[in-house]
């Protein structure tokens, strides 16, 4: 690692010697000089932004810093609708909308500060199934809330939702499969139990 940064000093060094004239050349990877000697534990204080290196091309004009407060500013309001949400949970049977409401809101200011954070093209770079699925479920909560004024429509959408978001983090798949193997004999076995005999 030490190694690394000597390296980046001495590029640092000849682009400055170089005659370029500007104090914020860009280092490899597309960050400014600054940002480079920050994620290589230089003159910028601390270990630095993890994902500094990676410029965004959809996020041109931000700063780093500028991101960072953005996707703060983003991840707080989400909570906010998450906590307002939940709120409405005890009386979900007669707000449903206004619950799904609320939380398909915290999640979209979710997923504006992750995108934010780590840049909206790795974002959407990197989604896998149950990403998609999540938008899906986001979507689909949406306009049963908004165009369609369903309750029972919205209230699943904020439940499919929540199943994508657990089948999203790591290990979620494989814990709602285990749990979908221990449930579902025993829901099987209450059906066939309430079933009439013909």
Same mark, same amino acid.
């Given at each position: 690692?030490?190694?690394?940064?000597?390296?980046?000093? $001495?590029? @640092?060094?000849?682009?400055?010697?170089?005659?370029?004239?500007?104090?914020?050349?860009?280092?490899?990877?597309?960050?400014? $000089?600054? $940002?480079?000697?920050?994620?290589?534990?230089?003159?910028?204080?601390? =270990?630095?932004?993890?994902?500094?290196? $990676?410029?965004?091309?959809?996020?041109?004009?931000?700063?780093?810093?500028?991101?960072?407060?953005?996707? =703060? #500013?983003?991840?707080?309001?989400?909570?906010?609708?998450?906590?307002?949400?939940?709120?409405?949970?005890?009386?979900?049977?007669?707000?449903?909308?206004?619950?799904?409401?609320?939380?398909? #809101?915290?999640?979209?200011?979710?997923?504006?500060?992750?995108?934010?954070?780590?840049?909206?093209?790795?974002?959407?770079?990197?989604?896998?199934?149950?990403? @998609?699925?999540?938008?899906?479920?986001?979507?689909?909560?949406?306009?049963?809330?908004?165009?369609?004024?369903?309750?029972?429509?919205?209230? #699943?959408?904020?439940?499919?939702?929540?199943?994508?978001?657990?089948?999203?983090?790591? =290990?979620?798949?494989?814990?709602?499969?285990?749990?979908?193997?221990?449930?579902?004999?025993?829901?099987?076995?209450?059906?066939?139990?309430?079933? @009439?005999?013909?």
């Amino acid at each position: 690692m030490a190694d690394l940064g000597r390296q980046l000093q $001495e590029y @640092l060094a000849q682009a400055k010697a170089g005659g370029s004239g500007s104090s914020s050349s860009a280092a490899p990877g597309g960050c400014s $000089e600054a $940002e480079a000697a920050a994620a290589a534990g230089g003159s910028g204080g601390g =270990g630095g932004w993890p994902w500094a290196a $990676e410029a965004d091309p959809w996020l041109p004009g931000l700063s780093r810093w500028q991101r960072l407060a953005g996707g =703060g #500013l983003c991840l707080l309001l989400a909570a906010l609708c998450w906590a307002l949400a939940a709120l409405y949970a005890p009386l979900l049977l007669l707000r449903a909308r206004k619950f799904a409401l609320l939380w398909s #809101l915290g999640s979209a200011c979710g997923l504006s500060g992750a995108a934010l954070l780590r840049g909206p093209r790795r974002l959407l770079r990197e989604p896998g199934g149950a990403g @998609l699925l999540y938008l899906a479920a986001l979507g689909g909560t949406l306009y049963a809330a908004l165009a369609r004024r369903s309750a029972a429509l919205a209230a #699943l959408g904020a439940a499919a939702q929540l199943g994508a978001a657990v089948a999203a983090l790591p =290990g979620g798949a494989a814990g709602l499969r285990r749990l979908g193997r221990l449930l579902g004999p025993a829901l099987r076995r209450r059906v066939a139990a309430a079933a @009439l005999p013909v």
